[in-house]
Structures are given as C-alpha cells and as structure tokens.
C-alpha cells in the first residue's frame, strides 16, 4: 500500500507537461531511469492545499496508445496498467495545448476512454489568446465530461484550480482498472472528427485563418467527402498531365527534330552521324519530351504538400493502411514514391517498427514513379484512343490512372500477404500534428520543380545517353553479309541477346522489340522509351527515317500486347538505383534479391494474365 495517490501528467509532446510539473512540484522532484530502458522517469511531491501529498510523474509526451518509440510505449503502459516500472496512476492530468486543440483532444479522448480519473489542463491559453483564439473550458469540459481548467504553466496561472479539481477527482474516483480497448478501438478518422467537433464547440472566437482551417477541414476530413475530394484531386492530376503537357511536349519534339536536321545538313552520311542523330538524339529526347508532363506531377505534389493537405489525405489513408497492417506512418514514404522509389525507401527511417519498415520498402516500388510515366504515355499516347468519355475525362487519362490504382492495389495485396508471412509482426499505430493550412510559397514550388527538372535532366545526360549509344552498338553490330536480307538488328549482337530474352517473354505476348528493351531499362525504366526508339531507328524499314516511335509503335505492335507491356511496367522491378537503396537500407543482399524476385514474378504473371485475357476478349 502506497502512502500518497500517483498522478501521472500525460499528453502530446510539447504541450507543456515540464513545464507544468516543474511548476507544480518545484524543488521536490527526482530525476531516475525506468530500469531497462532508457526513458528518464521524473517524479515529484505536489502538495495539497490540506497539505497531503501527492506523487506527480511527468510521462513522456506521446500522440497516442498506439506506441511507436519506447518513450510512447512507457507512457501507453503506464496509464494502461500494463507497466511492470510504474503502478497504475490514481488519476491523470491531461494536459493539452489551447492553440493546438484539434490535435491534442484525439489522445485525450482516448485517454479520457481508459476510465481513470480524469483532469485536464487547458494549458498555453495565453498563447491562444496572443493568436486570436477563445476558448470556452466550461463547453469544454461538458463536452468531454472531465473537469477542464484553464493554465499557462509558465506563468504558474491557474494551478490552485488545478489542484482542487486533482483532489475531487482523486476523492471520488476510487481506482478502476482501465478499459485498455476503449481507448484504442477508434480509428482516427473518428477520434479526430470527434475532437473537431468538440474543439468547435469551445472555440468562442477566432479569427479567419482558424475559421477557415476548421472549415476546409470538415470536408478533407470528412469519412465520405473526404476520400472523395483525394480522389478527385488525384485525377485531376492526371487529366492535367494529359492535357497542359501537349503543347511543351510537343515544341521539345520539334526542337529535337530540328536538331536532327540540323547535324544531318552539316555532317556527312555515316555510322557517326547515325549514331548522333538517331541513336543519342531520338533517345535523349524521346524522354526529355515528357519533361513538361513529370513537372505538372511534381507540381501538383508539392503544392499539395506545401498547402498542408498531404498529411490529411496520410489521416484518410490510416484505416486502410491499417487493414494491411501497416502503420499510417508509411503513408509519406509510400507518397514520395510516386514521384521515385529512391527517396521513399530512405523515408521509411521515420517507421520504427523494423517490420513495418521492410514491408514499406518492399511496396515501394509499386508506386507509380515519374521514370514509369514516359513509358506509359508512350504506350497510351500510340495505342489508346484518346477518346471524350465526359466533360475533360478522355479514355487515354483514365488508362494512366488505372495503371496507377493497378500499383497500388498491387501494394495493397503484397502488403496484406507479406504482413501475414515473412514480415509478420504486430502493428503501430500512427499519429502526426496536423499542420497549418498555407497557400504555397510559389518561390519555394519552384525551386522544387526546379531541383527535379535538373535531377531528369541529368539522368537523361548520363544513365540515358550512355545505355542508348551501348544499346546502338549492341545493335548495330555485326553487320549483316550484304544482300542476305537479314534485318542487321536480328543479325546484331544485341538482337541476338533479345532472341534469347524473346523466349523468355514471348509466352506474355511480347514481341522481339520488346525484348530488346527489357534489358537496358534495367538501369532505369524511362530508358525502354529510348531503347525502343533506337531499335526502330537501326530497323527503319523504308529508311526514311522520319517515323515518329508512336507511329512504329501502332504499326507494329497489337493492343494486347502493349496492354501487357504496360502492366508489365507497373509491376517489374527495372531499376537499379531502387534495388541498391534497399540493399543499403536493410544492410543485404537478402530484402532486395526478395524483392527483385516477387515483383518480376507479379510482372510476368500479372502481364501474361493481361494479355490472355486482352486476346480472349478479341481487343
Ligand atoms: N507561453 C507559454 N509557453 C508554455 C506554456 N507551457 C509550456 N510552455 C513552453 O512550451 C514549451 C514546451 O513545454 P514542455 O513543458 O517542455 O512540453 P512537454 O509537454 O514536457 O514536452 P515533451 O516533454 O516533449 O513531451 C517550452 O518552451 C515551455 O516553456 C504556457 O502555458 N504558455
Ligand atoms: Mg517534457
């Protein structure tokens, strides 16, 4: 039997705990270790206005039960009873922070659903104040049903309040054991619509910015509006992409041509002159031409990032992402995925649970990446007509955003089977301080795009170039014997090559152009667009050597086929810079050879299935 009651001063990070301890305890603390672990347990005499004393333990800040550092786990097992270093505390000090409330009223509700007795401090309301914002602690305290007191810690200002509802709530509370499920079977969807709604109702006044916040919030956030408007915004994006990218694209494609034509009138008839303008010229620019497109994609993401709303659509994706049994901390990684796999694997650090981890990085690369979107707008832009199905939706937007939803519903199932097997493990939970809405900085958006045209121009200066003049090489030697009628890409060393790739991929209806592709693209995916430019331009049949690719591209190939080749790139894992990041990130060889392996699996299958069922369907 303990002398004094335990009360335990819990809350999100930054919400004023310390400070609040440090006024409340004074001199009388003592700083210790939790044994076993290194979060530093502080503890403290309060003493009551009758002179009985209290035990106050300052818990390290957390954003909610559902653990993700051992500074979280120490606070979620000490208010759980689950604690084998602490009892159970007698009653809690929620402490939150009045500028904050939306935030911080999520782990008080699922605080306040424990059962223990319950007291909050409405903490840092001169700070409120300073911004504009009123609260009232009475509609507060009606709406959560807990005593809610008003403080500014650092000013010592409201503590004797504090302290008479701490003794009435230790006095009537008796001890009961905590409703551990409670607490933790909302999702947060829920738990954050709740703490809006009663943040609302406390809010007496504040200005336009905050009213605006609140309002755009009720319907990012809303369960059904909510997914609706990301959803929205996603093919927005990408009927842009189609739409605002033709004319660049288009003045690039001519000032390629024009290049072309340039050295063609200076320089005399040869291999060389060959080599630069239809091997290294086409190449290069047969990617460059898709510049404008990944600058609309990267636009949009980094406004959207920039505006605040990136870490809602992260909140709307939680629930799902939890029925895979991943945390909603994934969500960020798995986002910049979209734009390269690369820096999405290297986000993956902010997930502590090892397992949780490697299953991100292992799904990673089934994210529609920018190095996919040449590719596909290569293949969509020949074979798909681009055909008005309702007011700016045509058919060639909608294919790129099913190739899209195709990634990530392929994620979705390897994360679902991989969780139940060979990353199994139990899940963390996932919470993140909502930011401010802003309107985005355009200098900053720039330099944004600005740092990514450079980082594609520069793959296309290098890693493009470099496989498009090895690959025209390959192709272009041995030369056939004169007059044998061979085609000199069969009869080339590459061709040869690609025969024996032809075997491998014939079964899932691809034909030879396209095994000559597969191999270079592995250094990166955009490289199949270059690689089948210069195929067709060693194998230009009538010469002339003015065939635009889409135009060999729809003589060549049939729509089931380049339905495969499509899914295909959704799937394969063609680049090396993704497969070295997960060597370096997970220390082996042993995740990225996995990886490598269940993705060129998913490629074949899922393309031969595509292609099967495209020439059964008669397309
Ligand atoms: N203006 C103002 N500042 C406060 C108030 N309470 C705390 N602060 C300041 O807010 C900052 C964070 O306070 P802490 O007490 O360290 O927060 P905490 O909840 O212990 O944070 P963690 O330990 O990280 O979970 C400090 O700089 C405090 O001085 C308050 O009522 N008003
Ligand atoms: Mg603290």
Not at 101 to 130: C, K, S, W, Y
Not at 156 to 164: F, I, N, Y
Not at 382 to 401: E, Y
Not at 497 to 515: C, L
């Amino acid at each position: 039997m303990h002398a004094s009651p335990l009360v335990a001063l819990v809350g999100n990070p930054n919400a004023g705990k310390s400070a609040l301890f440090n006024a409340l305890t004074g001199a009388r603390q003592k700083v210790g270790n939790y044994p076993g672990v290194t979060v530093e347990r502080h503890s403290g005499r309060l003493v009551m206005d009758d002179g009985r004393p209290v035990e106050l333990i300052d818990l390290p800040g957390a954003y909610s039960l559902e653990p993700s550092s051992p500074d979280e786990r120490v606070t979620r097992d000490v208010v759980t009873g689950a604690s084998s270093l602490e009892r159970l505390p007698d009653a809690l000090v929620v402490v939150v922070d009045a500028a904050n409330l939306d935030n911080h009223l999520r782990f008080t509700l699922q605080l306040i659903a424990l059962g223990l007795p319950v007291v909050v401090a409405l903490n840092m309301v001169d700070l409120a104040e300073r911004d504009g914002l009123t609260l009232d602690a009475d509609v507060l305290a009606r709406e959560l049903g807990v005593p809610v007191i008003a403080t500014v810690a650092v000013r010592k200002r409201g503590l004797d309040t504090l302290r008479a509802a701490l003794d009435s709530a230790l006095a009537v509370g008796g001890k009961r054991t905590p409703d551990v499920g409670a607490g933790t079977q909302d999702d947060i969807v829920h738990l954050q619509r709740r703490a809006r709604q009663i943040a609302t109702a406390a809010t007496v006044s504040e200005t336009a910015g905050r009213r605006w916040a609140h309002m755009l919030d009720s319907v990012a956030l809303h369960p059904v509006a909510g997914p609706v408007l990301l959803v929205t915004i996603l093919f927005v994006m990408f009927q842009a992409v189609f739409t605002w990218a033709t004319v660049p694209a288009d003045a690039i494609d001519a000032g390629f041509g024009w290049l072309q034509d340039a050295i063609k009138g200076v320089m005399p008839d040869g291999f060389a002159r060959s080599l630069l303008t239809d091997g290294l010229i086409a190449g290069v620019g047969a990617v460059i031409v898709f510049l404008p497109q990944i600058l609309i994609l990267f636009l949009f993401i980094l406004v959207l990032e920039s505006s605040g709303y990136m870490v809602r659509a992260a909140f709307l994706m939680d629930r799902l992402m939890a029925t895979v049994g991943l945390s909603g901390r994934a969500f960020i990684p798995l986002l910049s995925s979209f734009a390269c796999a690369v820096p999405g694997i290297m986000a993956t650090r902010v997930i502590e649970d090892e397992k949780d981890r490697l299953t991100t990085i292992l799904i990673a690369p089934l994210m529609t990446c920018s190095a996919r979107w040449p590719v596909y707008t290569l293949i969509i832009g020949a074979m798909i007509p681009n055909m008005p199905l309702a007011p700016f939706v045509r058919l060639q937007g909608v294919v790129m955003f099913g190739l899209l939803v195709i990634g990530i519903a392929g994620a979705y199932v390897a994360a679902l089977v991989l969780r139940r097997t060979v990353t199994k493990g139990a899940s963390s939970g996932f919470m993140m301080e909502m930011p401010k809405y802003q309107v985005p900085r355009i200098g900053d958006v720039l330099i944004g795009l600005w740092q990514r045209a450079i980082i594609f121009l520069k793959r296309a200066g290098t890693i493009i170039a470099a496989t498009t003049v090895v690959l025209w090489l390959l192709l272009s030697f041995p030369k056939p014997p004169e007059g044998s009628g061979i085609s000199p890409v069969d009869y080339s060393i590459g061709g040869r090559i690609g025969h024996g790739i032809e075997y491998v991929v014939k079964p899932i209806g691809f034909n030879r152009d396209i095994a000559l592709a597969l191999l270079p693209a592995m250094a990166a995916r955009e490289v199949a667009v270059s690689a089948i430019g210069t195929v067709y331009a060693i194998d230009d049949k009538d010469g002339s050597g003015t065939d635009r690719i889409t135009d060999q591209i729809r003589g060549r190939w049939t729509l089931p086929t380049a339905l495969a080749f499509l899914m295909w790139f959704v799937f394969a894992p063609q680049c090396i810079s993704t497969i070295a990041v997960t060597r370096r990130e997970t220390n082996g060889w042993k995740w990225p050879l996995f990886m490598v392996g269940y993705l060129f699996a998913a490629a074949y299958i899922m393309a031969g299935l595509t292609y099967w069922l495209a020439v059964f369907a008669g397309l």
